[in-house]
């Protein structure tokens, strides 16, 4: 069975930073891109960002372009998401997701594998 399961979500006051993982098992970790989207409260799911397989090709986002990493160890099948300067519009539910494509990734919906998400609460 093939599950990504995110954690380091939480409450967080404006302007401070957070630390996003994604775990993954039950398929080949390492041939697969990740994505990071998040959905706020009455938006559509958004693309964050995204690391392609071996971790050379990155993608950001509008949203958290210049204030955000995203890195992976295939080691530990995990990917990383760092956000920096978070503000209230942050906010939402974050979810990592896999897509078999082997040389780059896309901030596109039409990832093969889903995690539930991690809620993520920016408020003073």
């Known amino acids: 069975q093939q599950l990504l399961v995110e954690s380091g979500g939480g409450l967080v006051q404006p302007g401070n930073s957070l630390s996003l993982a994604c775990v993954g098992s039950?398929?080949?970790?390492?041939?697969?891109?990740i994505g990071w989207f998040r959905q706020g409260p009455g938006k559509e799911r958004e693309g964050l960002s995204c690391?392609?397989?071996?971790?050379?090709?990155?993608n950001y986002g509008d949203s958290l372009l210049g204030r955000a990493i995203i890195s992976r160890d295939n080691s530990k099948q995990a990917v990383y998401l760092q956000i920096d300067g978070l503000q209230p519009e942050d906010s939402g539910t974050y979810y990592c997701?896999?897509?078999?494509?082997?040389?780059?990734?896309?901030?596109?919906?039409?990832?093969?594998?889903w995690g539930r998400g991690t809620q993520v609460s920016v408020s003073s």
């Open positions: 997701a896999a897509d078999q494509i082997p040389l780059a990734c896309g901030l596109y919906q039409e990832y093969d594998y």
């Open positions: 039950g398929f080949t970790f390492e041939k697969y891109a």
């Open positions: 690391i392609s397989a071996k971790g050379d090709i990155t």
